[in-house]
């Protein structure tokens, strides 16, 4: 069990506006992100000692550092497997802050993946490393795109759940229906009817287009700091109960077709187990899911995976309205990935912190503790975050 | 003939296929198609069967292995169909299954060339041999 449990704090977080062309670089992003996070958390940048990223982001530490104009940078690190990695750098700073390798540590993602380059489209590389053979090996099946590959999948849990496409559209619909009443949305004041998402063209069968979230321009930063030091703070210290990385047996990076269950559950559950005992809590503790929407149908997955439904029911589970902000486990209150933007998950982190805070624009009452989950069908990570009384 | 774990020992240019991205663990199953054949890895050390290929056997840790044939026979496990966006040498709509081999593997594979109204789950399914330009490749269509 990781001891680092409630040892440090998210103080500040920090995020540009979201949109399909912003106008400005990628490191500016990332930096206006940070700053903001930091003057959020009352802290001056040159305090900064610790940065975490994931390794697909395209903005170096130290040009970020040069830009805010920090002193002495002694922890760096980044996470992999794409939006698989986004609770991976609140690991590695709660790590590293409570073992005293660093004291103010900044997590970013910062990208221009709409305007400057296309995200999600077909994966193929050289040279031929241990991750680019295998994407090449299914890329010759006609394989090639997160959507298919996740269609794949979810293909499957279809099979054995009897889960349909309007149960994914069920959950597309929440999650504009949370977007249209937040103005940082890129959604803001559009939601969605079921016929709507059923009407939306095929991506890949079973996924259809009002499944697959938008690919954005935007950053999000957030600031970790000490449990103690947040407490002297002037934001409401939203503590780190747990993180956890997970990737069982059979998890490859979008292709975990070899496994005896290829849905995207298996890394989620992996995660939970983590988490549950680091935190001590269970699943009924937790007032607030941000589930990791790439494609809305991982979520029917993640809410079995993370323990809050019976395996096969989170259909009905989101069909009853449990996960509508006055349902019994509200879910992306902020309109998730589908619905507010795409920024590899960090949007969602940032959301936890607001609903915490209470000062989330679809605020749920008595919120004490959010689980936050990353990618699913990739090696994954994921948070619970939680207030002190 | 032999592809054994040592037979990628020579340079990229001598691999006998034209996949354009393989290494030394991948290379005899490119090489298999060539030769029209649908190979997967043997372990030398406790016999069992491992598909998507990998340099030891996660039974018994062994590097000695050996490409023997498989049938091509199998069921469809799961299957997607790729509608967008259009792909090199792929017409779209195009189905990709995840097929369960009668000899207990799995593989993943082209199903291009089978309507995709007549796929489902459980679907017993052949293994054909086809080139894609210069490359020999397979897929498998509805038994």
């Not at chain 1, 992999?80 to 103010?104: D, E, F, H, K, Y």
């Not at chain 1, 298919?148 to 054995?160: L, Q």
């Amino acid at each position: 069990m990781a001891d680092f449990a409630n040892k440090t704090a998210i103080a500040g977080i920090g995020a540009t506006e979201f949109s399909k062309n912003s106008g400005r670089s990628e490191l500016r992003l990332a930096v206006e992100a940070t700053l903001t996070a930091l003057a959020d958390a009352g802290i001056d940048p040159s305090e900064v000692d610790g940065m975490s990223s994931f390794t697909m982001d395209n903005n170096s530490e130290q040009e970020i550092f040069r830009a805010i104009g920090g002193r002495d940078l002694k922890f760096f690190t980044r996470i992999p497997q794409g939006g698989g990695g986004t609770c991976g750098p609140l690991q590695q700073a709660a790590m590293a802050i409570s073992t005293g390798v660093a004291n103010i540590v900044v997590c970013y993602r910062a990208m221009n993946e709409r305007s400057e380059y296309r995200f999600g489209t077909p994966m193929s590389g050289l040279p031929p490393t241990s991750d680019n053979v295998v994407f090449a090996y299914h890329g010759f099946a006609g394989l090639m795109t997160p959507a298919a590959m996740i269609g794949m999948m979810m293909r499957r849990y279809m099979h054995e759940t009897g889960a349909t496409s309007r149960d994914f559209a069920n959950y597309s619909v929440v999650a504009r229906k949370h977007a249209a009443t937040n103005p940082n949305a890129f959604f803001y004041g559009k939601p969605i009817t079921v016929e709507d998402h059923q009407a939306s063209r095929m991506i890949a069968d079973p996924l259809r287009l009002l499944d697959c979230c938008q690919e954005s321009d935007g950053g999000v930063a957030v600031v970790v700091v000490s449990a103690e030091r947040a407490r002297a703070l002037r934001q409401k210290p939203v503590l780190i109960r747990a993180a956890a990385q997970g990737s069982p047996a059979g998890t490859l990076g979008l292709a975990s077709f070899y496994r005896a269950d290829i849905s995207p559950r298996d890394e989620c559950a992996a995660a939970a187990r983590q988490l549950y005992e680091t935190a001590r809590m269970t699943p009924k503790d937790i007032q607030v899911a941000i589930l990791y929407d790439h494609f809305g149908p991982t979520v029917l997955t993640s809410l079995e995976g993370y323990g809050f439904c019976a395996r096969g029911e989170a259909k009905d589970f989101i069909k009853g309205g449990n996960i509508e902000v006055d349902g019994t486990l509200p879910v992306n209150t902020h309109g998730g990935q589908l619905g507010e933007a795409y920024i590899h998950g960090m949007n969602g982190v940032a959301e936890a912190v607001r609903q915490l805070r209470g000062q989330a624009v679809n605020q749920v009452a008595g919120v004490h503790n959010v689980l936050v989950s990353a990618g699913s069908g990739v090696p994954t990570s994921a948070a619970i975050l939680g207030i002190d009384g | 003939m032999a592809y054994g774990g040592d037979a990628g020992g020579e340079a990229v240019a001598g691999r006998g296929h034209n996949a354009p991205c393989s290494n030394r663990d991948f290379d005899f199953f490119y090489r298999g198609l060539e030769a029209e054949q649908l190979l997967i890895q043997k372990c030398g050390g406790c016999g069992a069967l491992r598909s998507l290929p990998t340099p030891a056997c996660a039974e018994c840790r062994s590097f000695d292995w050996q490409a023997v044939p498989v049938s091509g026979e199998g069921r469809i496990h799961s299957f997607v169909i790729h509608h967008y966006p259009p792909l090199p040498g792929f017409e779209t709509p195009h189905p990709i299954a995840v097929v369960d081999l009668a000899e207990g593997v799995r593989l993943v594979a082209a199903m291009d060339g089978t309507a995709p109204d007549d796929l489902q789950v459980g679907a017993p399914v052949t293994a054909e041999f086809l080139r894609r330009g210069d490359v020999a490749a397979y897929r498998f269509r509805l038994s």
